[in-house]
C-alpha cells in the first residue's frame, strides 16, 4: 500500500553523489540521485522491514520509500577539491592496543564535487532540491496475511501511523542523524516540508536539462520478497544496480508514477 506523496525542500552548500565508474577519485552526478534522496528522508524517519531473528519475520510492519519525483531549484556546478583521506582497507587499529599512525595512511585525493554559486551580492546560494516521495507497506489482501505479510487493517493503520510520524518530525526539524547529500560530510543544512505539495512550490521558470545515464537506486525487490539473507553461493537475491535517464523537464526528474494506492509505475 502507498501514502499520499510526500514533499520535502531540501538544501546544502556542498554535494557529491558520487559516479561507481570512477574508482579512485570522487566525481559527482551534476544533480541528485533518487538514492541519495531516499537516504534524505531515511535519515528523518526509517522502519527497517529486516529482521534477522527467523522467530520474528512474522510481524514485520516496516515500511520503504519511493521516490517520485525530484525538483532541481538550484542545481550549482561543479569545482575540484583537494582532500586529505585515510587510505587503509580496514581500521588498523581494531585489536591492536598500540593504536595506529595517521600520518602513514593518509592520502591525498581529488574530488568533483558540486557547490552553490554566488549571486550579484557576493552571497552563496546553495544547492535546493525538492524530493516528492511515498511510503510503501506492504500488505495482504486477505484478513490473514500469508507468511512474511501484513494484513491489509494492519498495514493501512501503520501507513497513517508513519505517514503522520514523518510529517510531524519534519515540520519540527527532527532527525536520526544529520541528513546528507551523497558522501556524509556535505550535510544537509536546511529542511522544510511543503504541505502546499510539489506543483505548487517548484517554480514555474525553470529550464529544462538531460543529464544522461544517472544511478537510481538497488533493486530490493528479491530481499523484499525473500526476506533472508543469502547464503554462500547463492546469486538469487544479490543486489542489482538500476540506472535511469535523467531529464529535467522544467526543472523536474520524474523518477516513478503513483497509480493508485497499490501501484507504482517507475520511469525509464
Not at 210 to 234: I, K, T, Y
Request: glycine share 8%; hydrophobic share 35%; proline share 6%.
Amino acid at each position: 500500500m502507498l501514502s499520499k506523496p510526500i514533499c520535502l525542500r531540501v538544501k546544502g552548500p556542498f554535494a557529491c553523489f558520487t559516479r561507481p565508474e570512477f574508482h579512485v577519485e570522487r566525481v559527482s552526478y551534476p544533480v541528485i540521485t533518487p538514492s541519495a534522496a531516499r537516504g534524505v528522508l531515511e535519515a528523518i524517519l526509517m522502519k527497517p522491514i529486516e529482521k534477522p531473528e527467523a522467530g520474528k519475520r512474522e510481524n514485520k510492519v516496516g515500511f520503504r520509500w519511493h521516490i517520485l519525483r525530484l525538483g532541481i531549484i538550484h542545481k550549482g556546478h561543479l569545482t575540484p577539491i583537494l582532500r586529505n583521506e585515510l587510505g587503509y582497507s580496514a581500521h588498523p587499529a581494531y585489536g591492536n592496543s598500540s593504536g595506529y599512525d595517521c600520518a602513514a595512511e593518509r592520502q591525498q585525493r581529488h574530488s568533483l564535487i558540486l557547490a552553490g554559486d554566488t549571486n550579484s551580492d557576493g552571497q552563496r546560494v546553495p544547492l535546493e532540491y525538492l524530493i516528492e516521495a511515498c511510503i510503501e507497506v506492504r500488505g495482504d489482501l486477505g484478513p490473514r496475511g500469508e507468511r512474511g505479510r501484513t494484513p491489509r487493517w494492519n498495514a493501512m493503520q501503520s501507513l497513517a501511523k508513519y505517514h503522520k510520524m514523518f510529517l510531524r518530525r519534519a515540520s519540527a526539524g527532527q532527525c536520526f542523524y544529520q541528513p546528507f547529500f551523497g558522501c556524509r560530510e556535505f550535510s544537509v543544512t536546511e529542511w522544510q516540508l511543503e504541505e502546499a505539495g510539489f506543483d505548487a512550490v517548484l517554480p514555474r521558470n525553470l529550464p529544462d536539462d538531460q543529464f544522461g545515464a544517472v544511478f537510481r537506486d538497488f533493486d530490493f525487490d528479491a530481499f523484499w520478497s525473500e526476506w533472508r539473507a543469502p547464503e554462500r553461493g547463492d546469486n538469487s537475491i544479490l543486489l542489482q544496480a538500476r540506472k535511469f535517464n535523467a531529464r529535467a523537464e522544467r526543472g523536474q526528474i520524474r523518477v516513478a508514477r503513483r497509480r493508485d494506492v497499490t501501484t507504482l509505475e517507475d520511469v525509464v
